[in-house]
T-cell receptor
Framework: GAVVSQHPSRVICKSGTSVKIECRSL??????MFWYRQFPKQSLMLMATSNEGSKATYEQGVEKDKFLINHASLTLSTLTVTSAHPEDSSFYICSARGFWSPNTEAFFGQGTRLTVV | SQQGEEDPQALSIQEGENATMNCSYKTSINNLQWYRQNSGRGLVHLILIRSNEREKHSGRLRVTLDTSKKSSSLLITASRAADTASYFC???????????FGAGTRLTVKP
């Protein structure tokens, strides 16, 4: 199957700083990338959808100025958590889709554990 | 909002026993997928079942889909301690086909 690589796997940052998370499709062109957030013992919640070359679409309740998403190429999307606060501590996972049929499995990165202290 | 609900929320069994997890969803779907997540790790895709399929097998996994009841089940036979993880069902949504996840079932298999 297709490979999606996410980096870093873990990051600890100080409150008020910004953190960038990268999501790369290694062997396919990702026309669409998705960013999810998962709090402890909870399910994954979609934060935003990004299509290459256009602005991301954010889910209701997700602050677009706080979670900056850039999808500048067909193989890379980044999520920047700006002015991070302890309540932003969470597990962030990206997913990518290519040109193939949507009736196939979705491919996910390994996730990033963000801890804001 | 969550697309699906899963039950049970938590399941604890002995090694060698079978584990059954259920998932319900609300809208019409093209397919339904099951994923496993070990604690603090990423998602592992287990199986995809299309809306015109009723049952699918993969190794020790058996998935059923009942579109009339909008429900699916995942059966793990002859469970092992290594099967301990959270299991999620997910369905693609809308034009972008993002995945909507159920609440998940936390499975513990005791050796």
């Amino acid at each position: 199957g297709a490979v999606v690589s996410q980096h870093p796997s873990r990051v600890i940052c100080k409150s008020g700083t910004s953190v960038k998370i990268e999501c790369r499709s290694l062997d396919f062109q990702a026309t669409t990338m998705f960013w999810y957030r998962q709090f402890p013992k909870q399910s994954l919640m979609l934060m935003a959808t990004s299509n290459e070359g256009s602005k991301a679409t954010y889910e209701q309740g997700v602050e677009k100025d706080k979670f900056l998403i850039n999808h500048a190429s067909l193989t890379l999307s980044t999520l920047t958590v700006t002015s991070a606060h302890p309540e932003d501590s969470s597990f962030y996972i990206c997913s990518a889709r290519g040109f193939w049929s949507p009736n196939t499995e979705a491919f996910f990165g390994q996730g990033t554990r963000l801890t804001v202290v | 909002s969550q697309q699906g609900e899963e039950d049970p929320q938590a399941l604890s069994i002995q090694e060698g026993e079978n584990a059954t997890m259920n998932c319900s969803y609300k809208t019409s779907i093209n397919n339904l997928q099951w994923y496993r997540q070990n604690s603090g790790r990423g998602l592992v895709h287990l199986i995809l079942i299309r809306s015109n399929e009723r049952e699918k097998h993969s190794g020790r996994l058996r998935v059923t889909l009942d579109t009339s009841k909008k429900s699916s089940s995942l059966l793990i036979t002859a469970s092992r301690a290594a099967d301990t993880a959270s299991y999620f069902c997910a369905t693609p949504r809308g034009g972008n086909n993002d995945m909507r996840f159920g609440a998940g079932t936390r499975l513990t298999v005791k050796p």
